[in-house]
Protein backbone atom coordinates (compact mmCIF):
# COMPACT_ATOMS: atom_id res chain seq x y z
CA UNK A 1 0.00 0.00 0.00
CA UNK A 2 1.10 3.39 -0.76
CA UNK A 3 0.19 6.58 1.09
CA UNK A 4 1.32 10.25 1.21
CA UNK A 5 1.17 13.03 4.05
CA UNK A 6 1.54 16.51 3.11
CA UNK A 7 2.07 18.96 6.85
CA UNK A 8 0.20 21.96 6.43
CA UNK A 9 -2.93 22.64 4.62
CA UNK A 10 -2.02 26.64 4.59
CA UNK A 11 1.35 27.97 4.51
CA UNK A 12 1.75 31.66 4.60
CA UNK A 13 5.14 33.11 3.04
CA UNK A 14 6.05 36.69 2.12
CA UNK A 15 7.00 37.60 -1.14
CA UNK A 16 10.67 37.15 -1.15
CA UNK A 17 10.72 34.02 1.60
CA UNK A 18 12.37 30.62 0.98
CA UNK A 19 9.00 28.25 0.09
CA UNK A 20 9.06 24.80 1.94
CA UNK A 21 6.11 22.75 1.81
CA UNK A 22 6.24 19.12 3.03
CA UNK A 23 5.78 15.56 1.98
CA UNK A 24 6.28 11.86 3.32
CA UNK A 25 5.40 9.49 2.06
CA UNK A 26 4.71 5.18 2.49
CA UNK A 27 5.43 2.53 0.32
CA UNK A 28 6.40 -0.98 0.06
CA UNK A 29 8.47 -0.65 -2.62
CA UNK A 30 10.49 2.15 -4.24
CA UNK A 31 8.53 4.62 -5.12
CA UNK A 32 8.30 7.32 -7.81
CA UNK A 33 7.09 11.05 -6.58
CA UNK A 34 5.75 14.05 -7.98
CA UNK A 35 4.32 17.38 -7.23
CA UNK A 36 1.47 18.95 -8.94
CA UNK A 37 0.17 22.49 -8.41
CA UNK A 38 -3.64 23.36 -9.32
CA UNK A 39 -4.56 27.00 -9.78
CA UNK A 40 -7.91 27.80 -9.55
CA UNK A 41 -10.73 26.27 -11.32
CA UNK A 42 -7.53 25.01 -13.41
CA UNK A 43 -6.43 20.80 -13.55
CA UNK A 44 -2.82 20.11 -12.12
CA UNK A 45 0.12 21.26 -13.44
CA UNK A 46 2.96 18.94 -13.55
CA UNK A 47 6.18 20.77 -11.02
CA UNK A 48 9.07 17.73 -10.66
CA UNK A 49 9.04 14.49 -10.34
CA UNK A 50 11.27 11.63 -8.94
CA UNK A 51 12.03 8.66 -11.00
CA UNK A 52 15.04 7.21 -9.05
CA UNK A 53 17.44 9.12 -11.07
CA UNK A 54 19.13 12.09 -9.09
CA UNK A 55 17.90 12.49 -5.64
CA UNK A 56 17.76 16.51 -6.22
CA UNK A 57 15.07 17.08 -8.64
CA UNK A 58 14.63 20.42 -10.28
CA UNK A 59 11.39 21.54 -11.91
CA UNK A 60 9.27 24.44 -13.29
CA UNK A 61 9.19 27.89 -11.83
CA UNK A 62 12.18 28.05 -9.88
CA UNK A 63 10.98 24.82 -7.59
CA UNK A 64 13.10 22.07 -6.45
CA UNK A 65 12.43 18.78 -4.21
CA UNK A 66 14.76 16.11 -2.66
CA UNK A 67 14.40 12.74 -2.48
CA UNK A 68 15.67 11.48 0.98
CA UNK A 69 14.89 7.36 1.47
CA UNK A 70 15.86 7.77 5.01
CA UNK A 71 12.84 10.29 6.16
CA UNK A 72 10.69 8.99 3.62
CA UNK A 73 10.23 12.46 2.33
CA UNK A 74 10.17 14.32 -1.09
CA UNK A 75 9.76 17.79 0.11
CA UNK A 76 9.46 21.38 -2.00
CA UNK A 77 11.83 24.01 -1.49
CA UNK A 78 11.32 27.41 -3.92
CA UNK A 79 14.43 29.82 -2.55
CA UNK A 80 12.53 33.21 -3.35
CA UNK A 81 8.34 32.91 -3.59
CA UNK A 82 6.71 35.61 -5.87
CA UNK A 83 2.92 36.50 -6.14
CA UNK A 84 2.33 34.09 -8.74
CA UNK A 85 3.29 31.11 -6.97
CA UNK A 86 -0.27 30.81 -5.09
CA UNK A 87 -2.04 27.89 -5.23
CA UNK A 88 -2.63 24.52 -3.93
CA UNK A 89 0.07 22.34 -4.08
CA UNK A 90 -0.23 18.16 -4.46
CA UNK A 91 2.59 15.60 -3.51
CA UNK A 92 1.59 12.17 -4.92
CA UNK A 93 2.91 8.82 -4.91
CA UNK A 94 2.96 5.78 -7.35
CA UNK A 95 4.99 2.42 -7.22
CA UNK A 96 6.35 0.43 -10.17
CA UNK A 97 4.25 -2.47 -9.04
CA UNK A 98 0.66 -3.47 -8.49
CA UNK A 99 -1.54 -0.37 -8.90
CA UNK A 100 -0.10 2.26 -11.24
CA UNK A 101 -2.43 5.20 -10.50
CA UNK A 102 -1.22 8.64 -8.67
CA UNK A 103 -2.57 8.43 -4.81
CA UNK A 104 -2.30 12.34 -3.45
CA UNK A 105 -2.25 13.73 -0.13
CA UNK A 106 -4.58 16.20 0.87
CA UNK A 107 -2.96 19.16 -0.65
CA UNK A 108 -1.10 22.43 1.02
CA UNK A 109 -2.51 26.04 -0.04
CA UNK A 110 0.14 28.67 -0.19
CA UNK A 111 -0.86 32.18 0.40
CA UNK A 112 1.87 34.59 -0.85
CA UNK A 113 2.14 37.78 0.94
CA UNK A 114 3.08 41.14 -0.80
CA UNK B 1 0.14 20.01 -28.85
CA UNK B 2 -3.19 20.19 -27.51
CA UNK B 3 -3.76 19.35 -23.89
CA UNK B 4 -6.41 16.71 -22.36
CA UNK B 5 -10.16 18.45 -22.62
CA UNK B 6 -13.01 18.09 -20.39
CA UNK B 7 -16.85 19.11 -20.73
CA UNK B 8 -18.60 20.48 -19.33
CA UNK B 9 -16.98 22.75 -17.03
CA UNK B 10 -19.67 23.17 -14.75
CA UNK B 11 -22.96 21.11 -14.00
CA UNK B 12 -25.39 21.85 -11.58
CA UNK B 13 -28.38 18.74 -11.04
CA UNK B 14 -30.44 17.92 -8.50
CA UNK B 15 -29.87 14.66 -6.35
CA UNK B 16 -31.03 11.73 -8.09
CA UNK B 17 -30.79 13.12 -11.11
CA UNK B 18 -28.06 11.57 -13.65
CA UNK B 19 -24.94 13.43 -15.43
CA UNK B 20 -22.24 12.67 -17.82
CA UNK B 21 -19.10 14.02 -18.44
CA UNK B 22 -16.68 13.93 -21.23
CA UNK B 23 -12.99 13.72 -21.61
CA UNK B 24 -10.78 13.99 -24.74
CA UNK B 25 -7.11 12.73 -23.59
CA UNK B 26 -4.11 14.06 -25.53
CA UNK B 27 -3.50 12.49 -28.99
CA UNK B 28 -2.22 8.77 -28.92
CA UNK B 29 -1.75 8.39 -24.95
CA UNK B 30 -2.56 4.82 -24.64
CA UNK B 31 -3.46 5.13 -20.79
CA UNK B 32 -6.99 7.59 -19.62
CA UNK B 33 -7.72 7.84 -16.06
CA UNK B 34 -11.03 9.65 -13.57
CA UNK B 35 -10.09 10.95 -10.84
CA UNK B 36 -12.39 13.05 -8.66
CA UNK B 37 -11.58 15.38 -6.47
CA UNK B 38 -13.52 16.54 -3.40
CA UNK B 39 -13.23 19.84 -1.79
CA UNK B 40 -10.42 19.86 0.54
CA UNK B 41 -9.00 17.46 -0.86
CA UNK B 42 -6.58 16.08 -2.92
CA UNK B 43 -7.96 13.83 -6.33
CA UNK B 44 -8.98 9.55 -5.53
CA UNK B 45 -8.68 7.73 -8.91
CA UNK B 46 -12.03 6.55 -10.14
CA UNK B 47 -11.14 4.47 -12.65
CA UNK B 48 -8.18 3.48 -15.05
CA UNK B 49 -8.46 2.98 -18.69
CA UNK B 50 -5.72 0.95 -20.91
CA UNK B 51 -6.92 1.63 -24.60
CA UNK B 52 -10.56 0.63 -24.43
CA UNK B 53 -9.87 -2.20 -21.45
CA UNK B 54 -10.19 -1.42 -17.99
CA UNK B 55 -7.22 -1.16 -15.98
CA UNK B 56 -8.50 -0.30 -12.55
CA UNK B 57 -11.84 0.55 -11.19
CA UNK B 58 -11.86 -0.90 -7.66
CA UNK B 59 -12.52 2.41 -6.35
CA UNK B 60 -15.52 3.27 -8.64
CA UNK B 61 -19.24 3.03 -7.27
CA UNK B 62 -20.05 1.14 -9.64
CA UNK B 63 -24.11 1.05 -8.34
CA UNK B 64 -24.01 4.73 -9.53
CA UNK B 65 -21.07 5.29 -11.62
CA UNK B 66 -20.17 4.00 -15.11
CA UNK B 67 -17.50 4.72 -17.65
CA UNK B 68 -16.71 3.80 -20.86
CA UNK B 69 -13.65 4.18 -23.29
CA UNK B 70 -15.09 3.35 -26.61
CA UNK B 71 -12.38 2.96 -29.67
CA UNK B 72 -9.69 3.35 -27.15
CA UNK B 73 -10.04 7.64 -27.48
CA UNK B 74 -12.52 10.05 -25.66
CA UNK B 75 -14.20 8.73 -22.29
CA UNK B 76 -17.49 9.06 -20.59
CA UNK B 77 -18.09 9.05 -17.23
CA UNK B 78 -21.44 8.89 -16.11
CA UNK B 79 -23.53 9.50 -12.57
CA UNK B 80 -26.96 8.14 -12.20
CA UNK B 81 -28.66 8.98 -9.85
CA UNK B 82 -26.71 11.79 -8.43
CA UNK B 83 -25.82 11.70 -4.35
CA UNK B 84 -25.26 15.07 -2.57
CA UNK B 85 -21.94 13.31 -1.80
CA UNK B 86 -20.97 13.55 -5.58
CA UNK B 87 -20.34 17.19 -5.51
CA UNK B 88 -16.86 17.60 -6.49
CA UNK B 89 -14.79 18.00 -9.47
CA UNK B 90 -14.05 15.42 -11.84
CA UNK B 91 -10.49 15.54 -13.79
CA UNK B 92 -9.56 13.26 -16.24
CA UNK B 93 -6.04 12.33 -16.85
CA UNK B 94 -4.03 10.93 -19.70
CA UNK B 95 -0.44 9.44 -20.22
CA UNK B 96 1.58 7.67 -23.14
CA UNK B 97 1.57 4.14 -21.75
CA UNK B 98 0.55 4.10 -18.18
CA UNK B 99 4.35 3.26 -16.88
CA UNK B 100 4.61 4.27 -13.56
CA UNK B 101 7.09 6.40 -14.00
CA UNK B 102 4.95 8.35 -17.42
CA UNK B 103 3.46 12.40 -16.19
CA UNK B 104 -0.04 11.76 -16.35
CA UNK B 105 -1.34 15.48 -18.04
CA UNK B 106 -4.68 16.56 -16.46
CA UNK B 107 -7.72 18.36 -17.89
CA UNK B 108 -9.23 21.36 -16.37
CA UNK B 109 -12.05 19.26 -14.76
CA UNK B 110 -15.38 19.20 -14.73
CA UNK B 111 -17.21 20.86 -11.09
CA UNK B 112 -20.40 19.28 -10.47
CA UNK B 113 -22.81 20.48 -7.66
CA UNK B 114 -25.92 17.92 -6.36
CA UNK B 115 -28.38 19.85 -4.47
Known amino acids: AQSVTQLGSHVSVSEGALVLLRCNYS??????LFWYVQYPNQGLQLLLKYTSAATLVKGINGFEAEFKKSETSFHLTKPSAHMSDAAEYFCAVIMDTGRRALTFGSGTRLQVQP | EAGVAQSPRYKIIEKRQSVAFWCNPI?????LYWYQQILGQGPKLLIQFQNNGVVDDSQLPKDRFSAERLKGVDSTLKIQPAKLEDSAVYLC?????????????FGPGTRLLVL
Open chain 2, 27 to 31: SGHAT
Open chain 2, 93 to 105: ASSLQGVAKETQY
Open chain 1, 27 to 32: SSVPPY
